[in-house]
């Protein structure tokens, strides 16, 4: 149903019958919901007249199933009831062809009701189903309640849906972030949550408003319910509803450039191994901060290498751009000379050829005149003189996942001998996380020939509906030159996490940081993200078997950087608090190759 929207739900035929016209028309909300068949003691099966309504069936309604039915009963009696009213409703709705179903969650045993979803979803082919839960003050309940659900269906796992049903008790930070992680597309709020302002229109307490626009900005919809208790008819909640949505808090850059990306699994660049294409330099050339950075590391670098001495010249700075695309930190090293009135002379050196069109295209112009242009693989290239300063950007989401490292090392006999990298070293990390939107995402990833196990994969991924379990800890570090005797990039480390809260493990979030020169940084860490860059989204690591994890408890993750001479791969595995196989072992199905 698209972008966080309003629609309105109504318990009885009555109030559908007065009101259906204009629901759309008048009224302008986006969909609603009806019972698909009236709820009764004697458990009768008595449908909605859909004849009667002129509705778009297929995209602007949801169907409900009567709230009593409870198919698990310990009541035979109802229990056998419940059963067949439920299954003539599931046919209904199959029927009408209904965009959604919603039923509501309300026993602690809902085997039987598992058990019948499941058909429903296999033989109405996986039209959505959504499940809405009570919110109570035991947060932990209502999670159990609604993961012990999810945990017995046999597939289709990814065409469940979770709606809220708020109270006067406003969920916490904490728990709402939960939530969010668990597949949230709905917030149901009844018309007596709304308070009168001095103009007796409905609004929402504070805390409501501030939960509302964070919910918007995951694209939770809102459905209203309930009598019109202010008198001025259902569109004045509606109204109210956009109000707070037109005037949530604006979105960053890095969220505006985002938008569409949002838990879409991406296979990480091997720009070492293959080319990257015109579209992908552009988009990278577009982040506002890390070309800035790059540009502030160099202008320092210069200023404390090339400065005059009393009386003196400032000494003219060798500067070698390793990687250089399409020239964007060519560019930001000459206008680090220019502020610096250091000069500087500049090879860029880059082995794409398409991207060597732009280049020689660059240096026609004279901004570029200190600009040499070296058609070759840095770790190949012979130069005619040292560099003073090796500048490159070869990091990935995980910092060294597009083989960093092994460039820079093969590069850095390109250097003198007090000669300076840019970056300088950088840092991995990791962090245990909750997201059943991406754990679902990866298990319906099609195999194919080149990757046999989506789960034995590391995916690039703008990560908004996720729980991270604990702290982010830092995993590997590189740093450049490295003037170890032998260099060695293999890496293996034991990371201990505890879970702040109870909810299923589905994998590990992935970030790095990097130094650039002295206090320049960019980052991806969640604590010290560099506002509005987004050329790097995180990395996300999965594990095969969802594991349940109590608040407290103890996860351990082993991780491993494997290196041989024509490629690189990652290995993890998780131990405690359930031992699971090695994933990747061997790079069978993910590794990134050192030559093209």
Not at 153 to 181: A, C, F, H, T
Not at 338 to 361: G, H
């Amino acid at each position: 149903m698209g972008d966080p929207v309003c629609g309105v739900e109504y318990k009885s035929f009555s109030h559908i019958e007065k009101d259906h016209l204009e629901i759309f028309n008048n009224q302008k909300f986006a969909f609603v919901s009806v019972p698909l068949s009236l709820k009764n003691e004697k458990y009768e099966f008595q449908p909605l007249e859909i004849y009667n309504y002129n509705f778009e069936w297929g995209t602007k309604v949801i169907g409900v199933i009567p709230d009593n039915i409870n198919v698990d009963s310990e009541d035979v009696e109802i229990r056998s009831k419940s059963v067949n009213l439920l299954k003539k409703t599931f046919k209904l709705a199959s029927y009408v062809g209904v965009n959604t179903v919603m039923l509501n969650l309300d026993n602690d045993r809902n085997t039987n009701l598992a058990r019948m979803c499941a058909y429903h979803l296999h033989e109405s082919h996986g039209r959505p189903l959504w499940i809405r839960i009570n919110v109570s003050k035991d947060s932990d309940c209502d999670w159990r309640k609604w993961n012990n659900f999810l945990s017995l269906l046999p597939e289709n796992q990814n065409k469940i849906g979770l709606v809220l049903e708020l109270s006067e008790e406003v969920p916490s930070d904490q728990d709402m972030m939960r939530w969010y992680s668990e597949v949230l597309l709905g917030l149901s709020i009844s018309t007596s949550l709304f308070v009168a302002n001095k103009g007796g229109y409905p609004v929402l307490r504070r805390e409501f408003q501030e939960l509302l626009s964070k919910s918007f900005k995951k694209k939770v919809q809102v459905i209203v319910h309930g009598e019109d208790i202010h008198g001025l008819g259902m569109d004045a909640y509606q109204k109210y509803i956009y109000h707070l949505y037109e005037n949530k808090e604006p979105s960053s850059v890095y969220e505006e450039f985002s938008r569409g990306y949002e838990e879409l699994l991406q296979i990480p660049l091997q720009p070492l191994k293959d080319n990257l294409d015109n579209s992908t330099y552009e988009i990278f050339e577009k982040d506002p901060i890390k070309y800035k950075q790059y540009e502030e590391a160099v202008y320092q670098i210069l200023l404390d290498r090339g400065s005059p001495v009393p009386g003196g010249e400032p000494t003219q700075q060798v500067v070698m751009v390793v990687g250089a695309g399409r020239g964007p930190l060519v560019r930001s090293s000459l206008n680090a000379s220019r502020r610096s009135k250091i000069p500087v002379k500049v090879y860029a050196v880059e082995k794409n050829e398409s991207a060597l069109i732009i280049l020689r295209n660059l240096v026609k112009d004279p901004f570029f005149s200190e600009v040499t242009i070296i058609d070759s693989d840095m770790r190949d290239w012979e130069p005619p003189e040292k560099a003073d300063i090796l500048v490159s950007e070869l990091l990935g989401s995980f910092s060294d996942n597009e083989l960093s490292p092994e460039c820079l090392d093969g590069a850095q006999r390109l250097m003198k001998s007090d000669g300076l990298s840019v970056p300088c070293q950088y840092t991995s990390y990791l962090a245990p996380i909750s997201s059943r939107k991406l754990y679902n995402n990866v298990a319906n990833q099609p195999s194919d020939s080149t990757h046999e196990d989506p789960f034995h994969l590391g995916y690039v991924v703008r990560m908004q509906c996720v729980n991270l379990l604990d702290k982010v800890k830092s995993c590997f570090n590189f740093h450049h030159p490295n003037k170890d005797s032998v260099i060695d990039n293999t890496r293996h480390i034991s990371l201990e996490f505890t879970s702040d809260s109870e909810s299923v493990l589905h994998g590990f979030a992935g970030y790095f940081d990097a130094q650039l020169y002295r206090d320049v940084y960019i980052s991806t860490h969640p604590d010290t993200h560099s506002q509005d860059m987004f050329s790097w989204f995180p990395m996300f690591f999965p594990i095969k078997q969802p594991q349940l994890v109590r608040q407290g408890e103890k996860i351990v993750i082993d991780f491993w950087r494997v290196v041989e001479p024509t490629k690189v791969w990652y290995e993890w595995a998780l131990s405690e608090p359930v031992p699971q196989a090695i994933h990747n072992s061997r790079g069978v199905t993910y590794w990134i190759g050192l030559f093209s």
